[in-house]
Each structure stands twice: as structure tokens, then as C-alpha cells.
């Protein structure tokens, strides 16, 4: 069974950082792209990176893009994004997921809640 | 970039059928869609994924009451035999060579 648990949220100060991690476990990791989602409070799904299995190429959204990087450790089954300046509208919960052959989610993970305020 | 469009809401009566629809934006009509359903409080989950041609693929544990079909641009969702648990909201997903996009979601409640 394929589990995704994510660990590392908070409470954080505009203009600090976090490292989120994503350890996963019932699938070969190197041999999936992976991605982190995010929901702010009572709003939608908003994708925020992606990274493919081994080769490693990384997407970002426009509003992270600079601020945020994503990166897989693929002989510890781990995801991470770390999230530098962060601002009062990266308040959210972050989600990771796996990405199927062809492109779509077919897997979540729990969330962890990520806070920026002062 | 592609951009999916959802209807903010929608309500069926318990055991009846619901058909929830994601449009895609002009240029994007060819592309596959995914769609998740998040139950209150809850983590999202994925439900299955779409073609052009009307294919579904549902993942696994997903009951046979859930559906998939296509026409055109639009991406549609059936639930059958609506059941209490189906209350949640749905939203899909498509994606492009570096980009993915989520559609607004439909909040689905069941009378």
C-alpha cells in the first residue's frame, strides 16, 4: 500500500523558513515524479512544484518560483520543499502526491499546515 | 496554460445520480483530466482519470457507482446512487509539460 506522510509544518514569521519532508513508503520511489499541492484555509487546490523520478527536473509555480525548491532523496524514499521568505499567503496546508505514468495525482498524502504570521 | 472551469456547487437527492463537469479551456479540448474528491476535514483522494475519448481508468477501492465521461471540452463525473459519504468536494486536475492546474472544485451536497 502506498503511503505518503508528510512532517515538518508550523508556525513561522513572515520572512522565515521551513523544510517540509515526505516520506514515503509501499512503491519504488525513484521511479515516480512527485508533487506538492497546497489549500489555503477554506479555499481550493493550488499545485505549487513538481520533480521527476530520477533525472530530477524541477517545476515550480510563478508565485514560489525563487522562494521555494523542491528536492527527492531517492535512497530515503523522501520529498522535501524547502520554503524560504515566506509570506502571509503561503499559509496553507501542504499536501504531497505521487504522479502516475501520463501525468495525474493518483495518490495524497495527509497535509502538514504550514502558518506564516507574525 | 490550461485553465479547468467547475460549477461552485452542486445538490442531489440521497440515491439519486449527479453529474459534476470540468471545462477545459479553448486550445486544451485534447487534454486527459483527473479528478479528486476531498471529504470534510479530510485529505484529498484521487477518483479516476479521463480521456478525450470517454475513457475512464479509476483507481483503486473506487466504487463502481463513480464514473467518468467526455464531450468536447468537457470532463464530466457521474455518481450513482448517491450515498451520504459522497457529500464532499470534487475537483480535477490537468497538466501540461511543466505546469499542473486545478479547477475551482464543486462542493457537492447530498439532500
Known amino acids: 500500500e502506498v503511503q505518503l506522510l508528510e512532517s515538518g509544518g508550523g508556525l513561522v514569521q513572515p520572512g522565515e523558513s521551513l523544510r517540509l519532508s515526505c516520506a514515503a513508503s509501499?512503491?519504488?520511489?525513484?521511479?515516480?515524479?512527485m508533487t506538492w499541492v497546497r489549500q489555503a484555509p477554506g479555499k481550493g487546490l493550488e499545485w505549487v512544484s513538481s520533480?521527476?523520478?530520477?533525472?530530477?527536473?524541477?517545476y515550480y509555480v510563478d508565485s514560489v518560483r525563487g522562494r521555494f525548491t523542491i528536492s527527492r532523496d531517492n535512497s530515503k524514499s523522501t520529498l522535501y520543499l524547502q520554503m524560504s521568505s515566506l509570506r502571509a499567503e503561503d499559509t496553507a496546508t501542504y499536501y504531497c502526491?505521487?504522479?502516475?505514468?501520463?501525468?495525474?495525482?493518483?495518490?495524497w498524502g495527509q497535509g502538514t499546515l504550514v502558518t506564516v504570521s507574525s | 496554460q490550461p485553465v479547468l472551469t467547475q460549477s461552485s456547487s452542486a445538490s442531489a437527492s440521497l440515491g439519486s445520480s449527479v453529474k459534476l463537469t470540468c471545462s477545459l479551456s479553448?486550445?486544451?479540448?485534447?487534454?486527459?483530466i483527473a479528478w479528486h474528491q476531498q471529504q470534510p476535514g479530510e485529505a484529498p483522494r484521487s477518483l479516476m482519470k479521463?480521456?478525450?475519448?470517454?475513457?475512464?481508468n479509476k483507481g483503486s477501492g473506487v466504487p463502481d457507482r463513480f464514473s467518468g465521461s467526455s464531450s468536447g471540452a468537457d470532463r464530466y463525473l457521474t455518481i450513482s446512487n448517491l450515498q451520504s459519504e459522497d457529500e464532499a468536494d470534487y475537483y480535477c486536475?490537468?497538466?501540461?509539460?511543466?505546469?499542473?492546474?486545478f479547477g475551482g472544485g464543486t462542493k457537492l451536497t447530498v439532500l
Open positions: 509501499g512503491l519504488t520511489f525513484s521511479g515516480y515524479a
Open positions: 520533480i521527476s523520478g530520477s533525472t530530477a527536473n524541477t
Open positions: 479553448s486550445g486544451h479540448s485534447t487534454y486527459i
Open positions: 479521463v480521456e478525450r475519448s470517454g475513457n475512464y
Open positions: 486536475e490537468t497538466w501540461d509539460t511543466n505546469t499542473r492546474v
Open positions: 502526491a505521487r504522479l502516475v505514468g501520463g501525468g495525474g495525482i493518483d495518490y
